[in-house]
């Protein structure tokens, strides 16, 4: 069945340095969508991106759809503690499937 | 708009007991999920509805039960509680497929 792999599992940065996290598929996706979960939190939308290769950005967030639409990374420019929380990708084949999630921390 | 909700906040079970979850969305969203999300790790699919009394089973269904008789509301039911199901549970609604989901704060939830 589709399946969705999200690396690192965990990453400990100090502030200021940059962060990423990868998503891939099994599977072709039609879509792939980014939240975010701050600790005791809910997921919570960032972005979706649809179209092959598509590259978007919000502040200091950079995201990007694989040319083949089975991969996407999540880039953080410059991490401050507010960045800290789980990153989820979550991947529409024929359902929606969630990665299992970066956790990242931050050291000030 | 309220968003999602969820009730209770927190709850403690002993192993057979049962309880219901409950959600509700004021969005108008036709689209509603349970997720179950353990420790360390994602969201697995535990049940979904397309719209008013139509519910399919996702990835972890087993010892839960869904309901959708309003558009607002989509209770879960777990009937024979068990250590297993010791888990943060989430109800998310969207209006579309493929849309954002919209998430309810969850419901702790651990049976001993």
């Known amino acids: 069945g589709q399946q969705v792999m999200q690396i690192p599992q965990y990453q400990h940065v100090q502030e200021g340095e940059d962060f990423t996290t990868y998503c891939n598929s099994s599977?072709?996706?039609?879509?792939i969508q980014w939240y975010k979960q701050r600790p005791g939190g809910h997921p919570v939308f960032l972005i979706q991106?649809?179209?092959?290769?598509e590259v978007k950005k919000q502040k200091r967030l950079t995201f990007q759809f694989g040319e083949a639409k089975k991969n996407s990374s999540l880039h953080i420019t410059a991490t401050q503690t507010t960045d800290v929380g789980t990153y989820f990708c979550?991947?529409?084949?024929?359902?929606?499937?969630f990665g299992a999630g970066t956790i990242l921390r931050v050291k000030s | 708009n309220a968003g999602v909700t969820q009730t209770p906040k927190f709850r403690i079970l002993k192993i057979g007991q049962s309880m219901t979850l409950q959600c509700t969305q004021d969005?108008?969203?036709?689209?509603m999920y349970w997720y179950r999300q353990d420790p360390g790790m994602g969201l697995k699919l535990i049940y979904y509805?397309?719209?008013?009394?139509?519910?399919d089973k996702g990835e972890v269904p087993n010892g839960y039960n869904v309901s959708r008789s309003t558009t607002e509301d989509f209770p879960l039911r777990l009937e024979l509680a068990a250590p297993s199901q010791t888990s943060v549970y989430f109800c998310?609604?969207?209006?579309?497929?493929?849309?954002?989901?919209?998430f309810g704060p969850g419901t702790r939830l651990t049976v001993l």
């Open positions: 998310a609604s969207t209006m579309q497929i493929y849309n954002e989901q919209f």
């Open positions: 969005m108008n969203h036709n689209y």
């Open positions: 599977t072709t996706l039609s879509n």
């Open positions: 509805s397309v719209g008013a009394g139509i519910t």
């Open positions: 991106l649809v179209k092959s290769g």
């Open positions: 979550a991947g529409y084949g024929n359902k929606l499937v």
